[in-house]
């Protein structure tokens, strides 16, 4: 037996259905994957990747995109598919954003990706943000919403300063950390957040909604 049958086998569904498949789909693969992880071990305490994973190879695919994935990027034509690519912010930190798509080396779609929304404690780099500040003011507290945006934004400056960017969150958010979002969204025309579960619209047409991006399928 090998573990990678079973990640092909999810690989090709995601290729063949690109059109068709819904956000609560991508988490119900994610929430499969779990439940396995569970029954046998547990716990998913420190679990990471798969949420990463599902939304990179939906890209990937979507993109038309065929070579071989190499130093965390594959590229065609027209785009370049990264995960995990490192930026220096306008503070002169590392961010490290999970999904970007650059054209002819610039910065054009982020996508961060969260399984759930939660209250966080800022970092340092963080409290020192007015933007934070006047988040954390208006919200009341800090949530990874909060924390998501002053990362994203750290980054949008000089030749990157005109992307378009979604943080897709897996898991329905309580609505105690619905406000944060408004407020961003609000605050940030250029910025969206796409929640999976129980939402039975098209993936495909969320991203393209959202991002202003126009892929499909290809292939």
């Known amino acids: ?87 220096i912010g306008s503070n002169g930190k590392i961010q490290e954003p999970d999904i970007v798509i650059e054209e002819t080396n610039i910065l054009k779609y982020l996508v961060s990706i969260k399984n759930v929304m939660s209250t966080v404690t800022p970092t340092k780099n963080e409290v020192e943000s007015p933007l934070v500040q006047e988040l954390i003011k208006e919200n009341g507290v800090c949530t990874t919403a909060i924390q998501d945006i002053f990362r994203i934004k750290n980054i949008r400056y000089g030749p990157n300063n005109n992307f378009k960017s979604i943080t897709v969150i897996f898991s329905d958010v309580p609505q105690r950390h619905r406000k944060a979002i408004n407020l961003i969204h609000n605050k940030f025309n250029w910025h969206q957040f796409l929640i999976l579960e129980n939402n039975n619209k098209k993936f495909l047409n969320e991203l393209n909604e959202s991002l202003s991006l126009k892929i499909h399928k290809t292939v």
Do not use: P, W
């Not at 990463?52 to 990027?73: A, D, N, P, Q």
């Open 1 to 87: 037996m090998r573990f990678s049958e079973a990640f092909n086998e999810m690989d090709s569904f995601i290729k063949n259905n690109l059109d068709s498949i819904t956000c609560n789909k991508i988490f119900q693969i994610k929430e499969d994957f779990y439940s396995i992880v569970q029954n046998l071990c547990g716990s998913t305490a420190n679990l990471t990747g798969i949420t990463e994973l599902l939304i990179f190879r939906f890209l990937y695919h979507s993109l038309g995109l065929t070579e071989k994935v190499e130093y965390k990027s594959a590229h065609n034509k027209t785009h370049s598919l990264f995960i995990g690519k490192r930026y």
